[in-house]
């Protein structure tokens, strides 16, 4: 290839922009991970004030029915005393055994209904805390990614006004190495060893290099190595 070194050099300020275009995309990658975990946050928070209404719910009903059991059990006892007779009163003590014992579930109940009431308060609340914050999370994002975008454009622009000057055959070994390392296709070697993955390189290897006269790779990260 004509002008080998001076490709190579091209290629090192195109490799700038791949590293920054790499860290450009992870930033992004970022934010929209930002996004996604107070998304799954508000949903998570949601889920748990549905679950803690439905406990309510289930309460109240239960409680509802016991009511009802006892205004039975009521009725039925206010009918065995108007009888007066003495099995009648044996059935009312038995009743009102059974009236105490709801009245005591009831009692009961009341006190995890109240519970209840204050975990769906704070599940309510929980819930419209994490609707804020993935609101807010979302505005974060977007405008952080909107500059993201706009930097990596003007990122793309000076790449493409830099690679327009190589040999395609030259660009081409580049951009496989580049999708295999991106942002980190090229290695400078460094007494004789390669400068990204530490491999020993042979004499001639070296000898070759310093030359600049032809496209050679690590033997070991078959990233493309230069001495600039």
Not at 61 to 80: V, Y
Not at 119 to 135: C, H, L, N, W
Not at 163 to 190: F, H, I, K, M
Not at 196 to 210: A, F, M, N, Y
């Amino acid at each position: 290839m004509a002008n080998l070194a001076a490709s190579l050099d091209t290629l090192w300020r195109v490799q700038q922009l791949d590293a920054a275009l790499r860290d450009n995309k992870q930033a992004m990658d970022r934010a929209r991970a930002d996004t996604t975990r107070a998304g799954a946050a508000q949903t998570k928070a949601a889920t748990s004030a549905t679950e803690a209404e439905t406990a309510l719910h289930r309460l109240r009903t239960e409680h509802k029915e016991l009511e009802q059991e006892l205004a039975r059990l009521d009725s039925r006892i206010r009918k065995l005393e108007a009888e007066a007779a003495q099995a009648s009163q044996a059935a009312v003590q038995k009743h009102r055994a059974e009236v105490d014992e709801l009245e005591g579930k009831g009692l009961e109940l009341l006190d995890r209904i109240s519970a209840a009431e204050k975990a769906v308060t704070a599940a309510r609340g929980a819930a419209a805390e994490a609707g804020k914050a993935r609101e807010s999370a979302g505005k974060t994002a977007a405008a952080k990614i909107a500059d993201l975008e706009a930097e990596a454009g003007r990122l793309r622009g000076q790449r493409e006004a830099l690679v327009v000057g190589l040999a395609p055959e030259l660009l081409a070994v580049y951009e496989s190495a580049q999708t295999r390392y991106p942002g980190a296709a090229l290695a400078r070697v460094a007494d004789g060893f390669c400068g990204v993955c530490s491999g020993e390189l042979t004499r001639q290897l070296v000898s070759q290099l310093k030359a600049r006269a032809e496209l050679l790779r690590c033997p070991h990260c078959l990233r493309l190595l230069d001495m600039p």
